[in-house]
């Protein structure tokens, strides 16, 4: 399985930007797909997952209500609609997945774990 991302930039606070994480291979109904962010000198963090079968959701309190991870199957890609946007969001963006366990998106250094990793790309909001 291949991840890549795209999507970010630099933006003003207040503005909006929309990653995307296509996937190549073989993700079946069993997997999580997420995002972590990591910031200069801070551990990574989840931001947001979403189940490969079903479409559950579940985000980091710190983007509740501004941010949207979604998923389009026939396009193996998922999004994450970043608005109201603050300089605090500003990190390098991950995209992962992992089987099944949405859980090690959540807990510490629950990233160890994690089977996938796209290459990273950089959101900047000032």
């Known amino acids: 399985v291949q991840l890549v991302e795209s999507g970010g930039g630099s933006v003003q606070a207040g503005g909006s930007l929309r990653l995307s994480c296509a996937a190549s291979?073989?993700?079946?109904?069993?997997?999580?797909i997420g995002w972590f962010r990591q910031a200069p000198g801070k551990e990574r963090e989840g931001v947001a997952t979403i189940r490969s079968g079903g479409g559950t959701t579940s985000y980091a309190d710190s983007v509740k209500g501004r941010f949207a991870i979604s998923k389009d199957n026939a396009k193996n890609t998922v999004y994450l609609q970043m608005d109201s946007l603050k300089p605090e969001d500003t990190a390098m963006y991950y995209c992962?997945?992992?089987?099944?366990?949405?859980?090690?998106?959540?807990?510490?250094?629950?990233?160890?774990?994690?089977?996938?990793w796209g290459q990273g790309t950089q959101v900047t909001v000032s």
């Open positions: 291979g073989s993700i079946n109904n069993n997997y999580c």
């Open positions: 992962a997945a992992t089987p099944d366990r949405c859980e090690l998106f959540w807990v510490a250094v629950g990233f160890n774990h994690v089977t996938y």
